[in-house]
């Protein structure tokens, strides 16, 4: 059994090191999380590895970010989004940025890339010209792990049975044994980036789309708003934003107004000024 001292510091630590935020209606769950993650590193106790949390052992502290994150995903998550980023957003963009034949994306939380790879599919599909275009997909998580099962492109029956229309998998994959590989060509329009939303960013942007869909949820409210502030100084000033269902009504202030397309969860930035293509 985890002490309430030992919850306690793995909640500090989740909040300090990933920004989210655990309720004690968590602790069971963290619990059963922790005492999987001891069987793996082959340690004796849950005591044994919050000792070596508390030394600071960043191995460790990886590992534990890792098992502790929610990475539930599916491709075309909640359809709406996408309707709008195919239907107004992309169509918009390109008549935009037409002169300048280039565009940036980000999704921000990745998980293991279902999302990124469902946008790349919808250019792929409903955007061909934009393939000539230098077209920037980046995706980016905290979690190691997941980044490596989204670069594999490898998703079991039980996934691609989530989301993605029948066309799509026998157009966009490849049967392998009982899973099923995206392929190269979808694979290869995505870069994977290890990159912690409350951390130290690299040089990135800037962005005419971002994707920050269900990350928002697991961290507080000054958290979320600086998040937020942080992702609109990375956006071109005339981008758009998607947040997760549940993220539309955030009650803080943001830099952000919502688009009206009911349901598209899209934001732009409030005073959007004229594009500033080329920066
Ligand atoms: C529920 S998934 C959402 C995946 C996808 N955006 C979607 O909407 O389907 C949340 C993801 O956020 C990631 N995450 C949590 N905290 C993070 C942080 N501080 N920085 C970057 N990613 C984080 C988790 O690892 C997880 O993969």
Known sequence: MLSDKDFAFIKQLLQQEAGISLGSDKRYLVESRLRKLVEELGLDSLQTLVGLLRQKRTDILSRTLDVLTTNETLFFRDRKPFEALRQYVLPELIRKRRQYARLSI????????????????LIKEHFPSLLKWRISILATD?????LEKARQGIYSQLEVNRGLPAAYLVKYFRKIGKQ???REDVRRMVEFRELNLVGNWPPIG????VFLRNVLIYFDLATKQRVLARVARV??????LFLGSAETT???STPFEPLPVPRSC???LKQASPATVGR
């Open 106 to 121: 980000w999704s921000a939380a990745a998980s293991t890339g279902q999302e990124p790879y469902s946008i790349a599919i």
């Open 142 to 146: 905290i979690s190691p792990s997941v």
């Open 180 to 182: 099923w590989q995206i």
């Open 206 to 209: 800037p962005f005419d789309i």
């Open 235 to 240: 956006m071109r000033p005339d981008g758009y």
């Open 250 to 252: 955030l009650q803080i």
């Open 266 to 268: 899209c934001f732009r």
